[in-house]
């Protein structure tokens, strides 16, 4: 990268269906790259308004000034591999005037990439700390933020944005402060996974999961585990070719 780029910020995250695809929070926006592991990538200089195959791109940026750090990415899905979904600190947008901690793009290329404001996710909240997309399908995806008052709560959509319920009624009781999102599709199994905490006195096992249907419906909210310690989760990660 050139001197024009500054400021890598995390999140770094691989595509979810094509690993030589990769994006990454700058300052400001989303940076987006090819490598075929045999052609070094083409440094963006600023001014590039384009992106052909096998360069860095710097995404046409609705996120200016401080409060435009991106807080959460993820990369892919089956039926659109460039499909890119991206939480953010609070952004305004210009035209009109509306609030987004969220963003989704439903481009189909490299180039075609081109992040707009999901508003139906609450601005109340915190900036996500993770957000995720049903490998099955681009227009299902889910965020999850601590929140304002610390007990936060995951948030999800079955139609692109369009609408977006929160979960909190149909989830285990005590469970609050979710930060880690997680889905496990492989061996006839979807489910989401969600890491958070649980506030129950000398309780554990803060990690929770709910089937999901064929259209995206999540039901049978449940603690996964047994024995788990009760201390704040982060991060998940599932290796389907491990279970």
């Given at each position: ?11 770094f ?20 790259s ?13 001014g590039?308004t ?9 995404l ?27 939480g ?13 901690r ?9 180039g ?17 700390s ?20 610390g ?93």
């Amino acid at each position: 990268l050139d001197y024009y780029t500054i400021n890598f910020v995390n999140p770094f995250v691989l595509n979810n269906v094509d690993k030589s695809l990769m994006a990454t929070g700058v300052s400001p926006g989303v940076l987006v790259s090819q490598d075929n592991f045999n052609v070094a990538p083409t440094p963006y200089v600023a001014g590039d308004t384009g992106c052909t195959q096998y360069c860095y791109q710097i995404l046409p940026s609705c996120f200016a000034g401080t409060t435009g750090f991106v807080s959460a990415l993820d990369f892919g899905t089956r039926d659109n591999t460039y499909a890119l979904l991206a939480g953010t600190y609070l952004y305004q947008d210009p035209g009109s005037g509306n609030y987004a901690r969220l963003f989704r793009s439903t481009g189909t290329s490299l180039g075609s990439i081109d992040l707009q404001p999901v508003f139906s996710y609450p601005v109340a909240m915190h900036a996500p700390s993770a957000v995720l997309f049903d490998p099955r399908s681009e227009n299902r995806f889910f965020a999850a933020a601590p929140g304002a008052g610390g007990d936060g709560f995951p948030w999800g959509t079955v139609d692109g944005g369009a609408s977006g319920p929160t979960l909190p009624t149909n989830l285990p009781a005590a469970f609050i402060r979710p930060e880690a999102l997680g889905f496990i599709s492989s061996n006839g199994v979807n489910a989401l996974l969600v890491g958070g905490l649980n506030s129950a006195a000398n309780a554990g096992d803060p990690l929770v999961s709910a089937d999901s249907d064929a259209s995206g419906n999540l039901s049978d909210w449940r603690r996964l585990g047994n024995g788990l310690p009760n201390v704040q989760v982060t991060a998940i990660d599932y290796q389907p070719s491990l279970d």
